[in-house]
């Protein structure tokens, strides 16, 4: 299967697009390539992807999946940029773009950035700065402008924010200059060919076509898992992972931080984890009892949660299967309840985040879970599994809506009206 990324270099149905074998997504950003639908051997060409509006593609997701097996492309826009920044690991760069950036004769995303329309059509409303430095250097071999001319001509047209240089803008800062001789030249040939100067359709194109004959070769033990296998990584992979339970599609993240917060029994069940994980390491190094690993860190001073802090993969059925070994048909239904609680804030309340929830809702939920005082939370949190007390806070956010507005909880466990009004206020 051959994924690519795009809109608007190539605004959908672009012919090139309707190959058989060929899945289209949209503009590629942060997480996109943890879905389940990437799979080995499959080809991924990145075009187009967003950095403005949401958060962009990381290099290390890329590497991530190169090391899966997936052979990577990139080209135009912000698949040149990252192929350039990636080239020794193995993605694959094509086009003009591409060589541009990896000569080092342009740096940064405002090179290829657009605008677009805001309900989500592919659509360009801008100029890129790539497009515009090629035309210019057309209108030069022609002999319409001299080096210095348009060396002024493209400062000028650079100086605009990205999301402003419309094709009235260009056409104005023509006028500003004296150039509209250029103006006249580039809407004359634009009107005879819409794609004209645009090298950034030609690199798309150029890309797809590599991809479709297949000239994309599997780069072998990409680099070293430990490049990119970092918190930050195991982090965002986690927040992607989500599982077909009872009818519903649940984040498995969400599922654990639930038995973390709410079995009575899972201090038991974090310290059984702990012991198989010491003789069984992720990394596959040699295993050993967790009493010789404690005794040579602390002498034996300090208990195994105090000391032992692992970062989970929830990729890994055999780590979920041990940790969710006390989840109940319930438990599921309820973190399927706080997530519709959330996603009803977020249609009521534009901009709402479950960071905005006060920390003082949160830290009372965790006392009537684990019915101890203030003092006692971060020895509690760290036998869970949830290191301390600030990060259980911020994890049992996500569950305060819906827990702490739920009818059949005791009153005194229920949100009042204006703790209520504070947790829909928070996107404000």
Avoid at 98 to 116: M, N
Avoid at 127 to 151: I, M
Avoid at 300 to 325: C, I, N
């Amino acid at each position: 299967m051959i994924h690519v990324f795009v809109g608007p270099t190539l605004p959908w149905p672009d012919p090139a697009l309707t190959a058989p074998g060929v899945r289209v997504h949209p503009p590629i950003r942060h997480g996109d390539l943890f879905d389940a639908a990437v799979h080995a051997a499959d080809t991924v060409v990145i075009i187009d992807g967003v950095y403005h509006h949401a958060p962009a593609l990381r290099h290390k997701e890329i590497l991530s999946v190169m090391g899966r097996g997936v052979r990577v492309i990139g080209a135009a826009s912000i698949g040149a940029l990252r192929a350039a920044e990636l080239a020794e690991f193995g993605m694959l760069g094509v086009g003009s773009v591409y060589v541009a950036y990896a000569r080092g004769e342009i740096d940064g995303d405002d090179e290829v950035a657009v605008g677009q329309v805001p309900d989500g059509a592919q659509e360009s409303l801008t100029w890129p700065v790539v497009t515009l430095r090629h035309v210019v250097q057309l209108a030069r071999s022609a002999g319409l402008l001299d080096e210095e001319r348009a060396t002024g001509l493209l400062a000028a047209l650079r100086a605009v924010y990205y999301p402003q240089r419309t094709t009235a803008a260009v056409r104005a800062i023509c006028c500003r200059l004296g150039e509209m001789e250029f103006a006249e030249w580039l809407a004359e040939r634009r009107e005879h060919d819409p794609h004209f100067g645009d090298v950034k359709r030609a690199d798309a194109l150029t890309a797809i076509r590599a991809a479709l004959d297949g000239a994309v070769p599997l780069v072998p033990n990409v680099s070293r898992a430990s490049v990119w296998q970092s918190p930050y990584f195991r982090r965002w992979s986690n927040a992607r992972v989500r599982t077909p339970v009872d009818g519903f599609e649940l984040s498995t993240e969400d599922r654990l931080t639930y038995q973390q917060v709410f079995d009575p029994h899972y201090r038991d069940r974090w310290a059984s984890f702990l012991e198989y994980r010491s003789r069984h390491p992720a990394d596959g190094g040699p295993g050993r009892p967790l009493s010789e690993r404690l005794a040579e860190a602390t002498g034996g001073a300090l208990s195994p949660h105090q000391v032992f802090h692992p970062v989970l993969d929830l990729r890994d059925e055999a780590t979920v299967t041990r940790l969710l070994a006390g989840e109940s048909t319930q438990d599921r239904l309820q973190v399927a309840r706080c997530a519709d609680m959330i996603a009803a804030y977020r249609r009521s309340r534009p901009g709402f985040t479950v960071a905005a929830v006060r920390d003082g809702l949160a830290r009372r939920l965790l006392r009537q879970a684990w019915h101890c005082p203030d003092e006692e939370l971060d020895a509690e949190a760290a036998a869970r599994g949830l290191v301390r007390e600030a990060r259980a806070v911020e994890a049992v956010k996500r569950f305060v809506p819906g827990l702490m507005d739920d009818r059949s909880e005791p009153a005194e466990n229920r949100m009042t009206m204006n703790e209520r009004r504070e947790v829909a206020q928070g996107g404000r």
